[in-house]
C-alpha cells in the first residue's frame, strides 16, 4: 500500500513539473502576443529587420524600400534565448524536484522511524510491520534486535548469577564468623583452659578466619572487576620463563593439593619438568628452550595463573598437571591439562562468564567469584587471541592460542 503510494507521488511530482513548464510557455506567449505585442514589434524590427533603398532610376519609378530579416542574428540570438530559457527551467525543475524530495525523504524518514519505534517496542513479527519494499532494512532491524535481545539476555543471566554469587558468600559468610566468635568466646570465657586444647581452638580459628578472608575477597573482585579497565602493555616475553615462574610460585598449593606439574615448552628441544612436593623447578634452566612472544607478560601471567588455578581448585588430589607449548605458524598454543570431574558439554562456553561458577564451588572452598576465566578470556581476546576448553572420560583441557 506505501508502496502504490509512493509511487503514486512520483507519478505526481512529474505531471506536476509538465503542468508547470506549460503554463510557463503559455504565460510569455501571451505576454510576447497579446500584451507586449507592439513593443516587440518595435524591438524587432529594430534589431533584427534590414531596412534597404532599392535603387530603379530610370524607371518608371526612382526605387522602394525592401524590409528583410537579419536571419543569422536572428538565429544566434534564438539560441542563445533557448539555452538561458532551458538553463533556468533546468535550475527551476530541479529546485522544486530537491524541495518535494526533502519533503518526501522527511516523510519516508519519519515512516521508517516509526516502524521501528512499533517494530522494537512490540513484540511483532517484522513482516507485520515492514511492507515488502523494506526488507533490506527489516532484516537488519532484525538483527539488531535479535542481537540486543541476546545481549539483555545475557545481562540478565549475569546479573542473577551475581545475584546468587553474593546470597551464597553472605550466607557463607556467617558460618566461619559464627565460629571465629564462638572459639574466641570460649578462649575468653575459659582462661585457664589446658594449653593442648587452646592450640586446637587457636588453630580452628584461625581456619575460620582465613576462610572469613577468602570470602571477602571474593567480594573484592567482583566489585574491582567493575571497575577495573585492562589496558595492555606489550613487549617481548619470554613464554618459557614466564610459566617456569608461575609453576614456581605454585608450589605450595600444588604441594597442598598433593599434585604435581609436567611443563614442557615446546621449543628447541621439548623437554618435560616435573614439580612434586619435594623438588622446586629451576628457573635458571628455561634460556635453553626460551620461546618470545609479543604482549603484555603481567597480564598474560593473569591469564595462567587463574587457569592453573582453575586446574588445581578442580582436579583430584594426587593428580598430574600437565602444562605444554607448540608452536604453529604464526601462533603459539599453551595448553593446561588435569585430570578432574567432566565437566558437562553445555557448561564449556558458560565457564567463561562472568560470575559463572560450577556446582562443586557452591558447596566447597573451590572457585572464586567465577571472574578468573572471564578476566583470562577478556586478556587472551585483547591479545589476539582465543582461549577453548575441552573435558572429557575426566580429563579437562584448556586450549590459549596467541599470535606471535
Not at 163 to 189: C, F, R, W
Amino acid at each position: 500500500m506505501k508502496a502504490e503510494k509512493r509511487k503514486w507521488t512520483k507519478w505526481g511530482i512529474t505531471v506536476l513539473l509538465v503542468v508547470a513548464g506549460f503554463f510557463l510557455c503559455r504565460i510569455l506567449y501571451t505576454l510576447l502576443d497579446d500584451i507586449f505585442n507592439g513593443a516587440v514589434v518595435d524591438w524587432f524590427e529594430e534589431n533584427y529587420v534590414i531596412h534597404e533603398w532599392i535603387d530603379k532610376t530610370g524607371m518608371e519609378w526612382d526605387g522602394y524600400y525592401r524590409k528583410s530579416i537579419d536571419w543569422p542574428r536572428l538565429k544566434w540570438s534564438i539560441f542563445w534565448a533557448f539555452t538561458v530559457c532551458t538553463v533556468v527551467w533546468i535550475l527551476v525543475a530541479r529546485g522544486i524536484y530537491l524541495a518535494l524530495s526533502a519533503r518526501h525523504r522527511e516523510a519516508v524518514i519519519h515512516s521508517a522511524g516509526q516502524m521501528i519505534r512499533d517494530y522494537m517496542g512490540q513484540n511483532k513479527e517484522a513482516a507485520e510491520v515492514f511492507p515488502v519494499d523494506y526488507a533490506e532494512i527489516s532484516m537488519q532491524i532484525t538483527e539488531i534486535k535479535a542481537t540486543m535481545q541476546q545481549h539483555e539476555q545475557t545481562l540478565r543471566a549475569e546479573a542473577a548469577r551475581k545475584n546468587d554469587l553474593i546470597t551464597y558468600l553472605a550466607h557463607d559468610l556467617k558460618t566461619p564468623l559464627t565460629s571465629v566468635i564462638g572459639y574466641l568466646s570460649l578462649l575468653e570465657e575459659v582462661p585457664d583452659m589446658p594449653l593442648e586444647q587452646k592450640a586446637k581452638y587457636v588453630h580452628i580459628t584461625l581456619d575460620k578466619a582465613l576462610r572469613l578472608e577468602r570470602l571477602i575477597n571474593e567480594f573484592f573482585e567482583i566489585t574491582r572487576y567493575n571497575l577495573q579497565q585492562i589496558i595492555l602493555e606489550k613487549e617481548k616475553v619470554d613464554l618459557a620463563f614466564l610459566l617456569v615462574q608461575l609453576v614456581d610460585e605454585f608450589y605450595p598449593i600444588l604441594s597442598a593439593h598433593g599434585n604435581t606439574v609436567s611443563l614442557e615448552t615446546g621449543a628447541v628441544p621439548a623437554k618435560t619438568r616435573n614439580l612434586d612436593a619435594a623438588q622446586a623447578l629451576p628457573v635458571g634452566e628455561v634460556q635453553e628452550d626460551s620461546l618470545l612472544i609479543y604482549g603484555d607478560g603481567e597480564k598474560l601471567a593473569r591469564v595462567f595463573n587463574n587457569i592453573l588455578k582453575n586446574a588445581v581448585a578442580y582436579s583430584y588430589t594426587g593428580t598430574q598437571i600437565r602444562i605444554w607449548c607448540e608452536r604453529v605458524g604464526d601462533s603459539v598454543n599453551i595448553y593446561f591439562q588435569n585430570q578432574g570431574k567432566t565437566i558437562p558439554a553445555h557448561k564449556l562456553d558458560a565457564i567463561f562468564e562472568k560470575f559463572f561458577r560450577l556446582e562443586d564451588a557452591r558447596s566447597s572452598n573451590t572457585g572464586g567469584a567465577g571472574l578468573g576465566l572471564a578476566i583470562a578470556r577478556e586478556i587472551v581476546n585483547m591479545h589476539g587471541g582465543a582461549i577453548t576448553a575441552s573435558s572429557e572420560d575426566e580429563v579437562t583441557q584448556f586450549q590459549v592460542t596467541l599470535p606471535v
